[in-house]
Structures are given as structure tokens and as C-alpha cells.
């Protein structure tokens, strides 16, 4: 049975954490206003999706993966940027690495440019 449980701002899966993540300027229009992290579980599928990017950021591309163990899910996906990314709100989600080396399956993997 794969672990899962709440942790602070998220859901712990095998061990392994998803966080949720905002910023707390108060949406001031800032580029921190439009980044952040969220995380759901429906039944057993967790879906964690991240945005890094902001209008001032110009190399954006988007990430992914899917895993699963048992009958448990995991669904994550990330609208990431090489430009600086220091005002980043949210909370990265755990590399596929760390699944893997958990003993997780992996379905999906990708990373493609991102149109503005
Ligand atoms: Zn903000």
C-alpha cells in the first residue's frame, strides 16, 4: 500500500512531498503573482500542477511526468521558465528520480517549449 497523507501545505505520497504555494504580496500585479503550485487528490490520483512563469519571463517551457505504484497516480505538471525565476511562489515538486528510486513506474515524461 503506497503511504499517503497531509503534510503542511500538501500531500505526502511514499514518502515523498507536494506542496501548494502562493504568494503572500496580496496580487499586486507583481510577477510572484502569477506563479504558484496546487495540489489535488481525486480518489487515487494526486495532481500536482506548478507555474514558474510570469510576463517577464521569455524562456518558458513546460515538464511533466506521470508515475504510478499500485493503484496510486501521481500527475504532475509544470509550466517552468530558464529565465530568472526568483520570485517563484510555489513549491517544486519532487523529481521523477526520487519516485523512481521508490519504486515507482514511470508513464509519462516530458519537457516541451511553451508558447507565449
Ligand atoms: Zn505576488
Redesign the pocket.
Known amino acids: 500500500m503506497v503511504k499517503i497523507e497531509r503534510i503542511p501545505g500538501g500531500l505526502g505520497v511514499d514518502g515523498l512531498e507536494l506542496r501548494r504555494g502562493k504568494?503572500g504580496?496580496g496580487?499586486?500585479g507583481?510577477d510572484?503573482?502569477f506563479t504558484y503550485s496546487k495540489v489535488k487528490r481525486e480518489g487515487d490520483t494526486i495532481i500536482y500542477e506548478g507555474k514558474a512563469t510570469a510576463p517577464s519571463t521569455q524562456q518558458n517551457f513546460e515538464w511533466g511526468y506521470r508515475v504510478h505504484k499500485d493503484n496510486v497516480v501521481v500527475v504532475v505538471k509544470m509550466e517552468d521558465t530558464k529565465d530568472n525565476k526568483d520570485f517563484f511562489?510555489g513549491s517544486y515538486p519532487p523529481s521523477i528520480e526520487a519516485w523512481v528510486e521508490r519504486g515507482w513506474q514511470v508513464d509519462e515524461n516530458y519537457e516541451r517549449p511553451l508558447e507565449n
Open positions: 504568494c504580496c496580487g499586486g507583481l510572484c503573482c511562489a
